[in-house]
C-alpha cells in the first residue's frame, strides 16, 4: 500500500471550510483514495473514497489532481461535532472485497474551535 | 446499512485473567474480519485476520497464543486476550468488509480494555 503523509493536526474555528491534504507520491495505477473520519472511542467511519478528480457526497468533497501524488479533504462549515481524527489510506483493494485489511497513517487530529 | 456490533463496549480485569471480546457482523455475513489495536493518541494497528474455517493470520509482532482468535461462524468473530497484563490495556476495534462492492469496511464500535 502506498504510504500516506498528513499534517498531524489541524485547528479550526465553527463555519469555516476545512481542507485536510494527504501526499501519496508512490500511488499505483490500480489505487483509489480513502478517507476514514474516526471520534474518540469510536470505531473509524467512511466519509469519501476516489480516483481522480473531484468527489462529493452529503458530507465532504474529495480532490485529486491529476497526478493523483495528493489529495484534499474539504469539509464544508465544520460544526464542533467535526472534531475527530481524519485518516487517509490509498490502496487497490479498499472496497475490501479481496479481504484486504486496511493500513491507517497516522491521521490529522482536526479540532474544531467554537 | 451494515453494521458491526462488539461486545462488551468496555471491560475491566485483573492480571492474569483472560477477557473474550465479540465481533458482529448484524445484516450480513463475513467470512473475513479483521482485528485492531489502538493505544491513546495513536492509530489502529491491524493485529490479526480472523478466517471464518481456517486459523487466523497474525501480524508480526502478535503473540497467536496470547491473543486468540476464533472465527466461529459468518457472522461471529471473537477475540480472547489470554493471561491479560496492564500493558495489554488498549481500544480494540473489529472490522468486516461488506460482501457486496461497497466502497468501505465496515468497523464495530470498539472496546475498551484495562487490565489493572
Known amino acids: 500500500l502506498a504510504k500516506t503523509t498528513q499534517p498531524i493536526s489541524m485547528d479550526s474555528y465553527e463555519g469555516q471550510e476545512v481542507n485536510i491534504t494527504c501526499s501519496h507520491n508512490n500511488i499505483a495505477t490500480n489505487d483509489y483514495i480513502t478517507w476514514y473520519q474516526q471520534f474518540p472511542s469510536q470505531g473509524p467511519r467512511f466519509i469519501i473514497q476516489?480516483?481522480?478528480t473531484k468527489v462529493t457526497n452529503e458530507v465532504a468533497s474529495l480532490f485529486i489532481p491529476a497526478d493523483r501524488k495528493s489529495s484534499t479533504l474539504s469539509l464544508p462549515r465544520v460544526s464542533l461535532s467535526d472534531t475527530a481524527v481524519y485518516y487517509c489510506?490509498?490502496?487497490?483493494?479498499?472496497?475490501?472485497?479481496?479481504?484486504?485489511?486496511?493500513?491507517f497513517g497516522k491521521g490529522t487530529r482536526l479540532s474544531v474551535i467554537a | 446499512g451494515a453494521v458491526v456490533s462488539q461486545h462488551p463496549s468496555w471491560v475491566i480485569c485483573k492480571s492474569g485473567t483472560s477477557v473474550k471480546i465479540e465481533c458482529r457482523s448484524l445484516d450480513f455475513q463475513a467470512t473475513t474480519m479483521f482485528w485492531y489495536r489502538q493505544f491513546p493518541k495513536q492509530s489502529l494497528m491491524l493485529m490479526a485476520t480472523s478466517n471464518e474455517g481456517s486459523k487466523a493470520t497474525y501480524e508480526q509482532g502478535v503473540e497467536k497464543d496470547k491473543f486468540l482468535i476464533n472465527h466461529a461462524s459468518l457472522t461471529l468473530s471473537t477475540l480472547t486476550v489470554t493471561s491479560a497484563h496492564p500493558e495489554d490495556s488498549s481500544f480494540y476495534i473489529c472490522?468486516?468488509?461488506?460482501?457486496?462492492?461497497?466502497?468501505?469496511?465496515?468497523f464495530g464500535p470498539g472496546t475498551r480494555l484495562t487490565v489493572t
Open positions: 489510506l490509498v490502496g487497490d483493494d479498499l472496497q475490501g472485497s479481496g479481504n484486504t485489511p486496511l493500513v
Open positions: 472490522s468486516a468488509p461488506p460482501p457486496t462492492s461497497v466502497n468501505e469496511q465496515y
Open positions: 476516489g480516483y481522480k
